[in-house]
């Protein structure tokens, strides 16, 4: 099975920044829109954050 790397965004493939191991994230803070949540593959849904870029991408349409 293939390992996920939870500091890898699953929507791009760039490193997420994900410090949500070290007990805090920035995204526990930010509200994801659920549309680009609904793009992450199943397999990946919870485990690895989406970068900010990706985010930011996404509100600016
Ligand atoms: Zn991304
Ligand atoms: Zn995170």
Not at 13 to 41: F, R, S, T, Y
């Amino acid at each position: 099975m293939e390992k996920i790397d939870d500091k890898i965004c699953p929507l791009c493939g760039q490193a997420n920044d994900c410090k949500a191991h070290q007990g805090n994230c920035w995204c526990m803070d930010i509200k994801v829109p659920k549309e680009l949540l609904e793009k992450v593959p199943e397999d990946k849904k919870n485990k690895a954050c989406i970068c900010k870029s990706c985010i930011d991408a996404y509100n600016k349409g």
